[in-house]
């Protein structure tokens, strides 16, 4: 009788062609991250937007419904460091460069964005920081959104509902943007927030155009004269804006523009001599400082630096491997091995001390990947719980955006995810990922992962 | 409660060996002579030097019984502890870039310079441009953080350099990546000249506009402040003399040249480096007051490098120089030792003054005399012991003290390697079962 009605319904909802508008998932054990777990409770949500969550919840009459029993619903997976949606973007973002992972699809980089890659390879040789090489640091990700990347589908198989985007090129990337991972007509309906940061790479300095800089210390200066720059580039402006009379014009300058708009940096740091120095170097630019990478946050002290210094980390989620077909003759240095070995322990090292921190794909796309590299961190010592939060509600608020997503909680976006099992499981089935509200069904995962994963029609429930 | 006993003790232990008295040793003072006897740390710093001294209650005591006690070797131009490349070799004048941004205190070099008994080193900028970057004093203060390592109170430096190499950077006809890289002025010695001479006229006028605004300010007014700009920044410092000229060069007129410029714009060459026909024009560099920081015996690695004599460091002390031997180089750096027992052989120096061309001499070119460089009262325990005659080939660092502190201990290292190389052992044999065998690649889920 009730699979009658949900029919019925799901053929209402097809009629109306548009997806339900109020959804309910009921009978399911529900994860909220924000709360205490609700092991048999029901989740509503209305236009796109939680309204209800609770183990005694009423089912509004025209919601369609999902019958959670055995299944498991957590709010919806954010990638807090990406380039998903970004055309023609290395999917890699990974500290001190050298992005690892490969693009599963590389759509053509529209116009923007090609131009934006050129516009930095064509530039004439820099000649010093005044000609501000290798900076697009106006560029946002919300402007350069393509929802037509094949990524948005197969990260959002793994759970991920929500990434931080940002452009990765050169060393002022430019300015990230959080974006709903859904099936848009057009860019604007994904983007929650913009802009969130700016991103700040030191590898830009090797090889890249022949120009300055070159080498670390030059981009190092370089970063440093920008914001040295952008600050008197404020004062002249205001002193302009004041009364321009008899005062030479101050020249309009892009680069600095998008440095003062941007709300906080990201900086790199993996190993730990690098994390000393971009915590004393956000603190001599005077920015809200990110740091993203954190693979020697294992070592004794490391975490306690970002305690002292109040910083948040992104921990990458490419953990570092043994080269499959190195000579059996060079073996890697002790720190590398170590690195290796103890890398997922950074997480648990950084709950401990008490430091903010969320995990980013740093290029993993591929669903089962994600899970996995998870683990290995539960692995290492971090508690389920712990993991969970640092894909959801801790990327949020390192964000400032645990007001709208990142739990379980009525008048947040409905961004879930429903999977049998838990979510970090190797033999989790993502089963379904509510985006706005609106249903995502995997194709039917084949078993060690799937690629390539369809989506359905907005509402439907085949 | 006994393991709180055993934590007290152990944050207690270094309190207690803060005295250390190293005893029978033959001291080499370099400034007060050589004889056999004792030293002894406390807190740091050199407390009685003697022949017969007080063993302090408490103290720990380190017998050098037929060993050889001298001061921490300096090493005047070295390229080590740093991250991301020495050079940037873009633009012929890079004075806006710094190695105090990059100090890598985990550079191995480090802790081998350490087992050459060097102890502190002046870290340069490459010299790949006309006027490079920014250089610093380190401490070889090996397991702490970058800015543990930074020699505090050192005055910092800046790189300039002369020849083949600025010139050669930026010649599409030769030196390294000339084919990939484009060609940049300046290719000949007339065009490093104008491009220093060039960086420091624009000092100049950054500076008067510092001035003015100043002045400004200190008369009431409330003018804008001019743009900082870290490259003329680094340059006004030389002017106003808070930043030490370290330059490298090879050739006699390049060198009269350099000295010819700083006169003109009214400022200092602290040292001289390479230098090799200095030689040559030795009574000039010792009336402009530069220190020269030389090579023993190295050179004709390229044209610019060939009029050279094992004499140059002798001949340009007894003109009154301050005379320096460096490495330049990770290698050379751990037998400086044997390096400064080449001046005995080249111009009879005696023991002190060979020994001095890299201890004391290389601290006076750093204006770190009062600090270290030296066996004195007051100075920096900054202690090397050998096994033989320290200007020998044959002797070998034994023990290694910055600041009263061991950070180096031959015995220690040496037992320590089997420990060490069975640890890597078992985590590489881990890591191989753990490791992901060929064809399938990490971080790609999609098969088929």
């Not at chain 1, 609700?38 to 969550?53: F, P, R, W």
């Not at chain 1, 909680?409 to 409905?414: L, T």
């Not at chain 2, 004499?311 to 460096?326: R, T, W």
């Not at chain 2, 004391?360 to 066996?375: H, T, W």
Request: aromatic share 6%.
């Amino acid at each position: 009788m009730k699979k009658l009605v949900t029919a019925l319904l799901v053929f209402c909802v097809y009629a109306m062609a548009e997806g339900p508008i109020t959804v309910a998932i009921r009978n399911a054990k529900i994860v909220p991250v924000s709360g205490p777990v609700i092991n048999k409770g029901t989740v509503v949500m209305h236009k796109g937007l939680i309204t209800d969550v609770g183990e005694n919840v009423q089912v509004p009459a025209d919601a369609w419904v999902v019958e959670g029993e055995g299944l498991t619903v957590y709010p919806g997976l954010i990638d807090a460091l990406s380039t998903v949606g970004m055309p023609g973007a290395a999917p890699a973002a990974a500290a001190g460069g050298r992005g690892g992972g490969r693009g599963q699809a590389t759509p053509t980089p529209t116009a923007a964005i090609a131009a934006l890659a050129t516009a930095a390879a064509a530039a004439p040789r820099a000649m010093g920081p005044e000609d501000r090489p290798q900076t697009t640091s106006w560029a946002i990700a919300a402007d350069e959104i393509s929802p037509t990347d094949r990524r948005i589908e197969t990260v959002r198989g793994s759970g991920i509902t929500t990434t931080v985007t940002f452009p990765t090129r050169g060393i002022f990337g430019g300015q990230g943007s959080a974006i709903d991972l859904m099936s848009a007509e057009k860019t604007g309906e994904m983007v929650i927030a913009s802009p969130l940061g700016q991103y700040i790479s030191l590898a830009g300095g090797r090889g890249f155009g022949g120009g300055f800089p070159t080498s670390l210390m030059g981009v190092i200066s370089y970063i440093r004269q920008i914001y040295l720059d952008a600050e008197h580039y404020k004062l002249v402006k205001d002193a302009y804006a004041k009364d321009p009379r008899g005062m030479e014009r101050p020249e309009y300058d892009r680069a600095l523009e998008g440095v003062i708009a941007s709300p906080r940096i990201l900086l790199p740091a993996n190993r730990m001599v690098e994390m000393d120095r971009m915590l004393r170097f956000a603190a001599e630019l005077k920015q809200p400082t990110i740091v993203y990478g954190g693979r020697e946050m294992y070592r004794e002290g490391a975490a306690d630096l970002f305690k002292k210094a109040n910083t948040p980390v992104l921990v990458s989620l490419k953990w570092p491997t043994l080269a499959p077909d190195s000579d059996p003759d060079n073996t890697p240095s002790m720190r590398s091995l170590e690195d290796i070995d103890r890398a997922p322990a950074g997480a648990a090292a950084l709950k401990k001390a008490g430091v903010k921190f969320a995990f980013y794909s740093d290029g993993i796309d591929a669903p089962r990947d994600i899970q996995r590299a998870v683990k290995k961190a539960i692995d290492a010592g971090l508690s389920r719980e712990d993991a969970l939060r640092a894909m959801t509600l801790s990327p949020a608020e390192i964000y400032g955006l645990d007001n709208r997503v990142g739990s379980i909680e009525k008048g947040k976006i409905g961004n879930l995810v429903v999977t049998r099992g838990d979510i970090f499981d190797d033999r989790t089935r993502v089963e379904m990922v509510f985006v706005d509200g609106k249903q995502y069904k995997p194709a039917d995962a084949t078993p060690g992962g799937g690629r390539g994963i369809a989506t359905d029609e907005p509402g439907g429930n085949r | 409660m006994k393991k709180l006993i055993l934590t007290a003790i152990a944050v207690m232990a270094p309190l207690c060996a803060q005295t250390i008295v190293i005893q029978n040793a033959t001291v080499m003072t370099v400034a007060k002579g050589t004889f056999k006897g004792s030293v002894v740390v406390k807190d740091g710093k050199i407390a009685e030097v003697g022949e017969k001294v007080m063993v302090p209650q408490g103290a720990t005591v380190i017998d050098a019984t037929n060993q050889y006690l001298i001061p921490g070797i300096i090493d005047c131009h070295s390229h080590i502890a740093g991250d991301g490349g020495i050079n940037e070799g873009s633009v012929s004048v890079s004075s806006m870039v710094n190695i105090k941004d990059i100090i890598n205190p985990e550079d191995i070099a480090v802790y081998r310079a350490l087992a050459g008994g060097v102890t502190t080193a002046n870290i340069l900028h490459g010299s790949a441009n006309a006027i490079g970057g920014q250089t610093i004093v380190l401490k070889m203060r090996w397991g702490k953080d970058a800015q543990s390592m930074i020699f505090e109170g050192a005055a910092p430096g800046i790189k300039f350099a002369l020849g083949e190499n600025p010139k050669r950077a930026g010649n599409p006809q030769g030196g390294r990546g000339a084919t990939t890289t484009a060609a940049r002025y300046p290719a000949t010695r007339m065009g490093v000249e104008d491009t220093i001479r060039d960086a420091f006229n624009e000092a100049k006028i950054y500076k008067a506009e510092w001035d003015d605004y100043k002045s400004k300010v200190a008369a009431g007014q409330h003018p804008i402040p001019p743009r900082k700009d870290l490259k003329l920044e680094a340059l006004k410092e030389v002017l106003e003399g808070t930043r030490y000229v370290h330059a490298h060069c090879y050739r006699a007129d390049e060198i009269l040249m350099l000295l010819r410029v700083a006169d003109d714009y009214g400022f200092k060459i602290r040292t001289l480096q390479h230098v090799l026909e200095g030689y040559k024009v030795a009574k000039e560099i010792a009336a402009h007051g530069a220190g020269a920081s030389t090579f023993s015996d190295w050179w004709s690695y390229k044209v610019e490098a060939f009029d050279a004599i094992p004499y140059n460091a002798a001949i340009m002390a007894k003109k009154g120089v301050v005379v320096s031997l460096n490495s330049d180089d990770a290698e050379l750096m751990r037998h400086l030792n044997s390096e400064a027992g080449k001046a005995m052989k080249y111009g009879g120096m005696t023991e002190t003054e060979a020994l001095a061309m890299v201890t004391l001499n290389p601290a006076k070119q750093l204006g770190i005399d009062n600090r270290v460089g030296s066996i004195e009262v007051g100075k920096d325990a900054d202690l090397v012991i050998y096994d033989k005659f320290p200007l020998s080939d044959y002797a070998k660092v034994q023990k290694v003290l910055i600041d009263g502190h061991k950070y180096f201990d031959r015995d220690e290292e040496v037992s320590g390697r089997p420990a060490k190389a069975a640890e890597k052992q078992k985590l590489l044999e881990k890591e191989k079962q753990a490791a992901p065998r060929q064809g399938a690649p990490a971080g790609r889920g999609g098969r088929g």
